[in-house]
């Protein structure tokens, strides 16, 4: 028995808890949006998503529209849920997708569209874990990260 | 419509549910490990096994990590129930050199070390209570040390 060493350390984001179901729920969105990118081969719709992934990076867990949606349309129908996960390492994840569904938007509105291809099926991997698994590529990168940070401090 | 945009949606699609398929059957399994030329981990941590501990677990944890927690709590309660396991968590945060010298690299990883400080498993993940229960009985039967 023994409490964590870390545990009066502040939190690095104010943004507060995520129910964990509403992070799965914007996953699957994301899933279908890159699905139709693909598709489509349509660079605008990438940059949409992009949009959407850069709301939540940029601005905060709180107006990232997948989860507003999911606050809106599906909680109300759900019960409160059994726990909550930390805002920070989703938000990490949302500026990753932003970074890929940005190259994928550039590659198919420039014209290299093996670029776009690439770029978008990395995003749709990394959603689709999330969304079909529970398995958040961007938040392990983010503890690795978090790690590396500790260790040259 | 793309037909090659479509052959990549597939492939992607198959490929993200091989992983996920592989990540869901590691998740929380207790693997034995040999331990050969692994670090002690009481000495790691700077605990030493009081007269009834048998095994140590160690759990490597970091801040943000909602797995962390509830295996904070499996492993919490376990070590509140059976007086030979003694439960630590460390933050990886803090103590990155743990994590080094135990080539951990995702949080929550749990490893077990008898009294002598040999690694007996290791679990990525929530570990799954009964596996941690049947692994831990040769340990705690009082095998002579």
């Known amino acids: ?140 990168m983010y503890g690795l990260l978090a790690r590396a940070r500790a260790a040259r401090a | 419509m793309s037909g090659t945009g479509l052959v990549v949606l597939l492939a992607a699609l198959a490929l993200a549910t091989a992983v996920g398929l592989v990540l869901r059957a590691r998740n929380g399994r207790v693997r034995t490990t040999t ?16 007269g009834a501990e048998q095994v140590l677990l160690l759990q490597l944890s970091s801040p943000v990590c909602t797995p962390c927690r509830q295996t904070a709590g499996v492993l919490g309660e376990l070590a509140a129930t059976e007086p030979g396991v003694r439960h630590v968590e460390i933050d990886v945060a803090d103590r990155p050199d743990v994590a080094r010298a135990l080539s951990v690299m995702r949080t929550p990883t749990t490893i077990g070390f008898d009294r002598a400080g040999r690694e007996l498993l290791r679990v990525s993940g929530v570990p799954r209570r009964a596996e941690l229960d049947a692994a831990l009985a040769p340990e705690l039967r009082g095998r002579p040390a």
């Open chain 1, 1 to 140: 028995m023994s409490a964590p060493d870390g545990s009066g350390a502040p939190a690095r984001s104010t943004d507060p808890p995520l129910d964990p179901r509403g992070v799965r729920f914007a996953a699957g969105l994301t899933t279908v949006v890159l699905a139709l990118v693909l598709v489509s081969g349509s660079g605008w719709l990438a940059a949409a998503q992009a949009l959407v992934f850069a709301a939540g990076a940029f601005a905060g867990m709180r107006f990232a529209p997948y989860g507003v949606l999911y606050r809106l349309a599906v909680a109300p129908r759900l019960g409160p849920p059994a726990e909550r996960e930390a805002a920070a390492p989703v938000r990490f994840s949302q500026t990753v997708g932003f970074v890929f569904a940005t190259v994928g938007a550039v590659g198919y509105l420039s014209g290299l569209t093996v670029l776009g291809i690439v770029a978008t099926a990395f995003a749709l991997v990394a959603a689709f874990l999330n969304a079909a698994f529970g398995f958040c590529l961007g938040c392990e």
């Open chain 2, 35 to 50: 331990g050969a030329g692994s670090p002690d981990g009481w000495a790691l941590t700077g605990a030493a096994p009081d």
